[in-house]
T-cell receptor, first 115, second 112 residues
Framework: EPEVTQTPSHQVTQMGQEVILRCVPISNHLYFYWYRQILGQKVEFLVSFYNNEISEKSEIFDDQFSVERPDGSNFTLKIRSTKLEDSAMYFC?????????????FGPGTRLTVT | DAKTTQPTSMDCAEGRAANLPCNHSTISGNEYVYWYRQIHSQGPQYIIHGLKNNETNEMASLIITEDRKSSTLILPHATLRDTAVYYCIVRRLGGSNYKLTFGKGTLLTVNP
């Protein structure tokens, strides 16, 4: 069964450093998403991406964040200058089509620890 | 999107049916009911969704009341691996908002 994969599984970085989280969505999917979950809190939407542009973003997704689909398979989330409060699980998701009737499939997540 | 209300936690005996309720009294006619679950810090996993008819797949059944103000997710024969947080999410059909908005969900604990 096709699945979303994410690398690395755990990333430790120092405050102020740049990090890139990588995702490989399901191959025939067209819509891509990033969510995050701070320890003990809800899963929060960050951004959705389609046709090489952001289609929606949350208030969390400020200028420190960016997303890119550098090739036909990878989807990345970059945090330019990490803060302690960026420590969280980051989940990538993809869906075949956009719309309420289409489910999103999530990857296993990357645990980001900012020290 | 309509707000949902779920119990904070529930217990179920292994092998028995787990019935997880969700209230969505402000749901509108063009909103779907979705269920996802999250097993201890893993990525959320899609379970099932429906609009107004009851739905069944290999994982679960979804029962939506006739007035659509509430629904129940049924895991027919719960196993220990079904211990997870279950999220009931209402999403609008159409428009430009396709994000999933997660609440706190219900922690289902399946006991041996």
């Amino acid at each position: 069964e096709p699945e979303v994969t994410q690398t690395p599984s755990h990333q430790v970085t120092q405050m102020g450093q740049e990090v890139i989280l990588r995702c490989v969505p399901i191959s025939n999917h067209l819509y891509f998403y990033w969510y995050r979950q701070i320890l003990g809190q809800k899963v929060e939407f960050l951004v959705s991406f389609y046709n090489n542009e952001i289609s929606e973003k949350s208030e969390i997704f400020d200028d420190q964040f960016s997303v890119e689909r550098p090739d036909g398979s990878n989807f990345t989330l970059k945090i330019r200058s990490t803060k302690l409060e960026d420590s969280a699980m980051y989940f990538c998701a993809s869906s075949a089509l956009r719309g309420a009737s289409y489910e999103q499939y999530f990857g296993p997540g990357t645990r980001l620890t900012v020290t | 999107d309509a707000k949902t209300t779920q119990p904070t936690s529930m217990d179920c005996a292994e092998g028995r049916a787990a019935n997880l309720p969700c209230n969505h009294s402000t749901i509108s006619g063009n909103e779907y009911v979705y269920w996802y679950r999250q097993i201890h810090s893993q990525g959320p996993q899609y379970i099932i969704h429906g609009l107004k008819n009851n739905e069944t797949n290999e994982m679960a059944s979804l029962i939506i009341t006739e007035d659509r103000k509430s629904s129940t997710l049924i895991l027919p024969h719960a196993t220990l691996r079904d211990t997870a947080v279950y999220y009931c999410i209402v999403r609008r059909l159409g428009g430009s908002n396709y994000k999933l908005t997660f609440g706190k969900g219900t922690l289902l604990t399946v006991n041996p």
